[in-house]
């Protein structure tokens, strides 16, 4: 019952969606996508990974009271005296 008459193909389209279908079969490393996979696969999770390790356990959440810093090691700028 349902065919697809109704739809107008296009061949430039359909050419696109077969070349993304089949982009690994011709994937080749270059400059440029070896710059892409280093920075994706290496740079970035270890600057979140960095970035995580640097500020954990340096804040806490919980049970601070009004004009208490969160800062579990307040620097020498903050004064208790205000």
């Given at each position: 019952?349902g065919?697809?008459?109704?739809?107008?193909?296009?061949?430039?389209?359909?050419?696109?969606?077969?070349?993304?279908?089949?982009?690994?079969?011709?994937?080749k490393?270059?400059?440029?996508?070896?710059?892409?996979s280093?920075?994706?696969?290496?740079?970035?999770?270890?600057?979140?990974?960095?970035?995580a390790?640097?500020?954990?356990?340096?804040?806490k959440?919980?049970?601070?009271?009004?004009?208490?810093?969160?800062a579990?090691?307040?620097?020498?700028?903050?004064?208790?005296?205000?």
């Amino acid at each position: 019952m349902g065919g697809h008459g109704y739809v107008k193909h296009d061949p430039a389209i359909e050419r696109w969606n077969i070349m993304r279908e089949d982009v690994y079969k011709h994937f080749k490393f270059t400059p440029r996508t070896a710059v892409i996979s280093i920075l994706g696969l290496f740079v970035f999770p270890a600057s979140i990974y960095w970035a995580a390790a640097s500020t954990d356990l340096r804040w806490k959440w919980g049970g601070t009271r009004k004009g208490q810093p969160f800062a579990i090691k307040p620097s020498e700028h903050t004064s208790e005296a205000e």
